[in-house]
């Protein structure tokens, strides 16, 4: 590819950018549902932060079965300093939470209960059964709020936060 490409790419490219003084280049073109920015990009539409990688020289290509991540954990952010391969549980597990961008928990918009409601199921004395009945939910998910398998403890430099957030 040549120089003369590269350069028409990033032009192209950094019309649909908006630079902020937090660093990050916050994507004005389109957005897919997901809310990442999308980009004609060699023939075709892909993922604007995707593309930034490429365009602005920081990768020739990703390594298949990594994810870009946002160290600044905003999503329409396409500035290549603050994009980096990561694997999918990095990327969707470790980096949301700290970012506070999962949908974990009460953040999920199907979610039945919050942290007040786990902590009374917790606390209580009822059967499976009959806490599933009390809250609306399956008793398969009464079983892993107990055992602790969801509704986890958010750690956050060691420190648990999750679990006290709504006594804050």
């Known amino acids: 590819m040549s120089e003369d490409k590269i350069d028409n790419d990033q032009v192209r490219f ?3 950018v908006d630079k902020r003084d937090n660093g990050c280049w916050y994507w004005t073109g389109s957005l897919a549902i997901t809310g990442y920015g ?3 990009y060699k023939g075709r539409v892909c993922l604007a932060h995707r593309a930034s990688l490429y365009i602005f020289n920081r990768s020739k290509a990703l390594t298949p079965g990594l994810q870009v991540s946002h160290s600044c954990g905003i999503r329409n952010c396409v ?3 603050h994009l980096s391969e990561k694997s999918a549980s990095e990327n969707n597990g470790i980096d949301k939470k700290k970012h ?3 949908n974990a928990g009460s953040k999920c918009h199907f979610s039945k209960l919050d942290w007040t409601k786990v902590s009374e199921i917790r606390d209580s004395n009822l059967k499976v059964k ?3 009945k009390t809250y609306g939910v399956s008793s398969s998910c009464i079983s892993s709020i107990l055992r602790k398998k969801t509704w986890k403890p ?3 430099d060691e420190t648990v936060i999750c679990e006290t957030i709504n006594q804050i």
């Open 130 to 132: 009959e806490l599933s």
């Open 38 to 40: 999308n980009f004609y």
């Open 14 to 16: 950094l019309k649909y």
């Open 100 to 102: 506070g961008t999962d």
């Open 154 to 156: 958010l750690l956050v």
């Open 79 to 81: 500035n290549p300093n």
